[in-house]
């Protein structure tokens, strides 16, 4: 009887060997290190240390950053492996961090081009941030960037400001074809004059060249840098002026 019993308790030992190598083998998750369940809606989050993990931890982390990576690395279900999730997770942090610096440098050329203006003469009405959150956007950022009102006039102009680091062959794009679209419809509806003041080169606080250019003259997304010459300020340092007869900024 004894016998007996020790044969039943080694086949039921044999089968839930057997029973558990095949769980484990359906189950590769559990074979991963580095890989840890958590209770959000992000599924499997690595809790292995990337090359860049240093700025995405908690202190250090804009929500934006957050918010894109989780995006990236989260699954339905499916378990990615670690160079995927690795290369995933580099690639959007390399677009978000891309994104931002664009952003910064938009923003000091907005500052450079803010200060040419004497408030002796004119007064910023309006300065459109590009605050958004999950695609969501007022309206009013896709507006030019400054407005300025004249003092002791009615007249109100709208200026977008664009700043690249240098021409391609001989051109430059300074817009996409929906924007300009934008502009000119702001411009129809508003009954506001538009001028693109555009930076070449040097760094955004302090750019090479400048260019005031009416809206009106701007047909197209790009422009080639004899057409623009038209407009080149000869003295990037001084202050702009507006000549009231002619409605031309210089």
Same mark, same amino acid.
């Given at each position: 009887?004894?016998?007996?019993?020790?044969?039943?308790?080694?086949?039921?030992?044999?089968?839930?060997?057997?029973?558990?190598?095949i769980?484990?083998?359906?189950?590769?998750? @559990?074979?991963?290190? $580095? /890989?840890?369940?958590? *209770?959000?809606?992000?599924?499997?989050?690595?809790? =292995?240390? &990337?090359?860049?993990?240093?700025?995405?931890?908690?202190?250090?982390?804009?929500?934006?950053?957050?918010?894109?990576?989780?995006?990236?690395?989260?699954?339905?279900?499916?378990?990615?492996?670690?160079?995927?999730?690795?290369r995933?997770?580099?690639?959007?942090?390399?677009?978000?961090?891309?994104?931002?610096? @664009?952003?910064?440098? $938009? /923003?000091?050329?907005? *500052?450079?081009?803010?200060?040419?203006?004497?408030? =002796?003469? &004119?007064?910023?009405?309006?300065?459109?941030?590009?605050?958004?959150?999950?695609?969501?956007?007022?309206?009013?950022?896709?507006?030019?960037?400054?407005?300025?009102?004249?003092?002791?006039?009615?007249?109100?102009?709208?200026?977008?400001?664009?700043?690249?680091?240098?021409?391609?062959?001989?051109?430059?794009?300074?817009?996409?074809?929906?924007?300009?679209?934008?502009?000119?419809?702001?411009?129809?509806?508003?009954?506001?004059?538009?001028?693109?003041?555009?930076?070449?080169?040097?760094?955004?606080?302090?750019?090479?060249?400048?260019?005031?250019?009416?809206?009106?003259?701007m047909?197209?997304?790009?422009?080639?840098?004899?057409?623009?010459?038209?407009?080149?300020r000869?003295?990037?340092?001084?202050?702009?002026?507006?000549?009231v007869?002619?409605k031309?900024?210089?």
């Amino acid at each position: 009887m004894k016998n007996m019993t020790a044969y039943i308790l080694i086949i039921l030992g044999i089968i839930s060997t057997v029973v558990g190598l095949i769980l484990l083998n359906k189950n590769p998750a @559990a074979q991963m290190t $580095g /890989y840890t369940k958590t *209770k959000s809606n992000t599924g499997v989050i690595p809790s =292995s240390t &990337f090359g860049t993990d240093s700025i995405l931890r908690e202190g250090n982390q804009t929500l934006k950053e957050r918010v894109v990576v989780e995006e990236q690395i989260s699954f339905d279900g499916e378990v990615k492996t670690p160079a995927k999730s690795h290369r995933n997770f580099d690639a959007t942090l390399s677009k978000v961090l891309s994104k931002e610096n @664009a952003e910064e440098k $938009g /923003y000091s050329f907005e *500052k450079y081009v803010v200060s040419k203006f004497n408030r =002796s003469f &004119f007064k910023l009405l309006e300065w459109q941030g590009d605050k958004y959150h999950n695609g969501i956007y007022a309206e009013s950022t896709q507006n030019p960037d400054l407005i300025f009102g004249l003092q002791g006039r009615e007249e109100m102009l709208a200026i977008e400001c664009k700043w690249r680091s240098g021409f391609n062959n001989g051109k430059v794009e300074w817009t996409n074809d929906q924007q300009l679209k934008r502009y000119n419809k702001y411009m129809v509806e508003k009954k506001v004059r538009v001028f693109i003041v555009l930076g070449i080169g040097g760094e955004p606080s302090q750019p090479d060249e400048v260019y005031a250019i009416p809206l009106r003259s701007m047909k197209y997304s790009f422009a080639a840098k004899d057409y623009l010459q038209h407009f080149k300020r000869l003295d990037g340092s001084s202050n702009f002026y507006y000549d009231v007869k002619e409605k031309f900024l210089k």
